[in-house]
């Protein structure tokens, strides 16, 4: 991926990792967390506090240290085309987006 994709990627998960630490800190520890919603938007999976918050970031670290692993196997002179960037932005953004509704639903609670 290009240097301005890493960018957007590494900002999603900054965010992502900021909402989950306050969300660590904001919710009460023995509360489980709903994170997972049906079509209606009933919770129907939950988790700890720590796991909640700590996933969605972990999984935005590891997907783009996947990606750069995989782009640095790329051969000089060739690039990864821009339609493999949008989806692992795309990703990220989910991700990020994900982790904001968990703490609003759990802050309106």
């Given at each position: 991926?290009?240097?301005?994709a890493n960018?957007i990627c590494?900002?999603?998960?900054v965010?992502?990792?900021?909402?989950?630490?306050?969300?660590?800190?904001?919710i009460?520890?023995?509360?489980?967390i709903?994170v997972?919603?049906?079509l209606s938007?009933?919770?129907d999976g939950?988790?700890?506090?720590?796991?909640?918050f700590?996933?969605?970031?972990?999984?935005?670290i590891a997907?783009?240290?996947?990606?750069?692993?995989?782009?640095s196997?790329?051969?000089?002179?060739?690039?990864?085309?821009?339609g493999a960037?949008?989806?692992v932005?795309?990703v990220q953004?989910i991700?990020?987006?994900?982790?904001?509704f968990?703490?609003?639903?759990e802050l309106?609670?």
């Open positions: 991926m290009n240097r301005v960018a590494g900002v999603f998960v965010i992502s990792s900021l909402i989950g630490v306050y969300g660590y800190l904001h009460p520890a023995d509360r489980p709903a997972h919603f049906d938007g009933t919770p939950f988790a700890p506090t720590y796991m909640a700590l996933i969605i970031p972990l999984i935005g997907t783009l240290v996947i990606v750069a692993l995989q782009s196997s790329i051969p000089e002179g060739r690039t990864v085309r821009g960037a949008i989806v932005i795309v953004a991700l990020c987006f994900g982790q904001l968990i703490l609003f639903q309106k609670g």
